[in-house]
Each structure stands twice: as C-alpha cells, then as structure tokens.
C-alpha cells in the first residue's frame, strides 16, 4: 500500500509538471493572440482532415499493440489484442509524463506483470520494441533525408545542435539496447553495479540473495533474447509497423495543413520536416519535450504555414498530436489499472480461501 501512495504521489506530480509546462508554453507562444483568433481559426479549418490526423495518431499506438502482440506470441504469450492496446496506451501516457519518455517502458512491463506475463518475457518485449522503433525513426529521417536532400538540410540547419543532440541520444539507445538484449555481459554488471549502490545506501539488505533471484531472472530474459534472434522474419514485422508509426505520426502536419486550405507543399517535403523535428525532440529531458517541440515546430514549419497561421498550426498540431491522445490513453489507464486491481484482489481472495 506504501508504495502504491509513493507511485501515485510521484504520477501527480509529472502530471503537474506537465501541466505547468504546457500553461507556460500556451501562454508564452499565443501572447498576443486572442482566443477569439484561435476559434476563428478552427472555424476555419476543415475537420476532415484534422480527423484524419487524429487517425494517425490511434494507428501509432495500434501498430505498438500489434508489435507487442507479436513478440509475445513468438515467446508463447498468447495475449488478447486489446490487451496489448492497453499496454502500448499506457506506455504513451506514461512516456508523455515523464522525462525522455522514460516512464512509459516501466508502467508497460508492470501492468503485463500484473496479467501474470513473465518479466523476462515483458522486458525484452519492450527492449525490442524501443529498439526497432530508434532505428525506425533514424531510418524514416534518412530515406527522407535522402529523398529531400536540400530540404533536410535547411530545416537540420534550422534546429542545428537540439538535432546534433537528438541523433547522439538516438543511436546511442539503440546500441544501448542492442546490446541489453543480447550481451551477456552488459546486463549482469549493470544489475551489479545497481546492487552495489543500493546496499552502500542501505537500499538493499540482502545483497547475495537480491543477486541469486536476478541472475535466474537474467538467465530466462536472455533465452527469451536468443528466441527472438532465432526469428529475423519478426524483426522486419516489428521494423515494417515501427515504420508505419513513424509515418503517421510524421504525416500529422501535412493534414493540418490541408485542413486550413493549404496545398501548394507537397507530403514528402512536411513529412522530411517532421522527421528531422521528431529526431531532434524525441530525448528532450522534459515530460512530452513539452515546450521545446512547439519552439522546434515553429523555427521549421515557418517553411509552409504563413506568419500570421502558423502558431494556430502549431497549436492544432499539439493538440492532435499530443494532448486528446493524452487524455485518451489516460483513460485507458485508469480502466486498466482498475481491471488489474480487481483481478489481483480476487486472486488475493481465492489464495486466502485454499489456505
């Protein structure tokens, strides 16, 4: 119960964070807007196409459902497809409220140990996962830096070192997490190292028994690694639907920009943009690089909105893109953990009742 009241005080005060984050950022880049301006430019807008970028958004988080999915099922876990919709809608709410989107990878293998999946079997789910979609993102930038040559390096020259930092991060975690999966070596010294500082801190009691129950761990988290080694057709899967999440979710301004009457830039060219801002943002130390991103959205886009439009997209963009999925998936989660609770109080119940 202890550490139900500390998990929760620490998820009000991200979400707090996060909040005053966004205040600050509305205020800051709608100073000198009215929000009589903003409900004209919504009037405006066509609402098919700001529907359509909210679908881009459900399909981002259903191809992680369906990824999950399937490298459960290749570790033998045949898990319901709704429940992996709810894991990978808890790991975007959770990765929007916290740094870096650190939060989310956790809550994710928590609420899968809560339905009784093995955390070795939910950890390298989620390893592998977060592994294919860093190259998906750095492959999508650049395909499309390729394509749009000329326009990728305009709009890199525009946010310069946020991007430098951003590819750094990026193929940093890649090998990071390249290498937790599959080093036999890397993830026992990490655990050792961890084991070492929390015993000086008086953390961790019984160091030598804490050790023994993370080795067995680490022995079965390693064979459900060398399993999905032994399956390069999944990682094409896996890597196919990363890169469809990276084009829905890079596609978003391109339907913005329709919907507010827009036509003269092309798909390639708004997608090469928003490719090279969600690179740049992605690892942004701040809960939903809130802030940042719109500053970054604003120093590239100023290539297709006119002036006197463009915060209005930057605004319906964020909207769309992060604030109602926000507010969907912590739907999701409320009913999840509900689901869990229930289920983990009737198991309760029924072990109290055989002994």
């Keep these: 119960m202890h550490d139900q009241s500390i998990k929760a005080r620490k998820q009000i005060i991200s979400i707090l964070i996060l909040l005053v984050l966004i205040v600050i950022t509305i205020l800051y880049y709608l100073k000198g807007y009215t929000l009589q301006d903003l409900q004209n430019a919504l009037a405006n807008a066509n609402f098919a196409y700001l529907f359509g970028g909210f679908c881009m958004i459900i399909i981002f988080v259903i191809c992680e459902a369906i990824n999950i999915y399937l490298i459960l099922k290749t570790l033998n876990h045949k898990i319901p497809f709704f429940r992996c919709f709810e894991y990978s809608s808890i790991g975007f709410y959770f990765s929007s409220i916290t740094p870096s989107a650190s939060g989310g990878q956790p809550a994710q293998i928590y609420y899968m140990k809560q339905d009784k ?3 070795a079997a939910s950890s390298i789910t989620i390893f592998f996962i977060v592994y294919v979609y860093q190259i998906a993102m750095i492959l999508i930038g650049f395909i499309m830096t390729l394509l749009r040559f000329s326009e990728a390096l305009y709009f890199i020259s525009k946010l310069r070192y946020l991007f430098i930092y951003g590819m750094i991060m990026n193929t940093g975690a890649i090998f990071i997490f390249f290498s937790l999966m599959y080093s036999k070596k890397l993830a026992p010294s990490i655990v050792a190292f961890i084991l070492k500082a929390g015993n000086k801190l008086r953390l961790v009691k019984n160091i030598d028994e804490t050790k023994n129950r993370f080795d067995k761990s680490l022995v079965s988290y390693h064979e ?4 999905l080694k032994t399956h390069p057709l999944l990682f094409l899967k896996i890597l196919l639907f990363s890169i469809i999440q990276m084009l829905a ?3 978003i301004p391109y339907l913005v920009y329709c919907s507010m009457g827009y036509r003269t830039k092309g798909i390639l060219d708004m997608i090469t943009c928003q490719s090279i801002l969600t690179i740049s943002v992605s690892a942004v130390p701040l809960p939903g690089a809130e802030g940042v991103t719109q500053g970054g959205f604003l120093q590239v886009f100023n290539a297709f909105f006119p002036s006197d439009m463009l915060t209005y997209a930057m605004l319906i963009n964020r909207v769309i893109s992060f604030y109602l999925p926000l507010l969907l998936s912590f739907i999701f989660y409320i009913f999840t953990h509900i689901r869990t609770t229930k289920q983990s109080i009737r ?6 009742k055989q002994n």
Excluded: V, Y
């Design 117 to 119: 999946i093995p955390m």
């Design 224 to 227: 459900k690694a060398m399993i």
């Design 347 to 352: 198991g309760d119940f029924l072990e109290g």
């Design 249 to 251: 979710l890079n596609s």
